[in-house]
């Protein structure tokens, strides 16, 4: 995998992490209700999923590239499709993170990687935005190397990213403004998701 291929990649695992969802709501919770070590817990352990994920699509899509590569322009062509999709979505959102940002109960260390590591294996939507992600990806990663950079940027990335959440959000004069953003977040996560998405479709 070239340098610039790993950077937008790089690129696009930022914005998928950056995006608000229910992760970021599970780390948001355990951060505001059981202090910032129990918010880094349910970072690090909600990337562990991610990882999972990452390894299990990228070795799935390695195997249907390689034994039926009409199959696989077919699954990029509709990772494509819902990368435009996702990015409509986001383009409408109204930015809504006021109830995803709400203090939870006080938590502790066990339940933070439980929920952590759950709220990444058991949300469908991710597989999919890593089929359609890792469609461009896995044909420039021939080697060990670059298959590894597959996994471990996404990883790397997600628990890096929630941690400066709950570092952040230790300090709740910070929740009005992140409130403030998410509309903001949702408008350039959208352009960013629908020019991938016709990036995918021209280099098909």
Request: net charge positive; hydrophobic share 55%.
């Amino acid at each position: 995998m070239s340098f610039t291929a790993w950077l937008g990649l790089l690129a696009i695992c930022c914005l998928g992490a950056m995006s608000p969802g229910p992760s970021l709501a599970m780390v948001v919770r355990h951060t505001l209700g059981g202090g910032r070590g129990k918010g880094i817990i349910c970072a690090w352990a909600h990337s562990i999923g991610i990882g999972i994920y990452a390894l299990v699509t990228l070795l799935g899509l390695a195997v249907v590239l390689k034994q039926a590569p009409m199959v696989f322009n077919g699954i990029a062509i509709i990772g494509a499709l819902y990368l435009a999709w996702m990015g409509v979505q986001a383009l409408r959102s109204k930015g809504g993170m006021s109830d995803k940002l709400a203090a939870g109960e006080n938590t502790s260390a066990l339940e933070a990687a439980r929920d952590g590591i759950a709220i990444s294996l058991f949300n469908p939507k991710i597989m999919l935005f890593f089929l359609a992600l890792f469609s461009q990806f896995v044909m420039v990663a021939d080697n060990l190397v670059g298959q590894s950079l597959i996994v471990l940027t996404p990883l790397v990335v997600d628990g890096l990213w929630y941690t400066i959440i709950a570092l952040v959000l230790s300090h709740k004069s910070v929740l009005p403004k992140l409130r403030s953003k998410a509309a903001l977040i949702d408008k350039l996560s959208g352009v960013v998701l629908i020019l991938l998405a016709v990036r995918v479709l021209v280099t098909i």
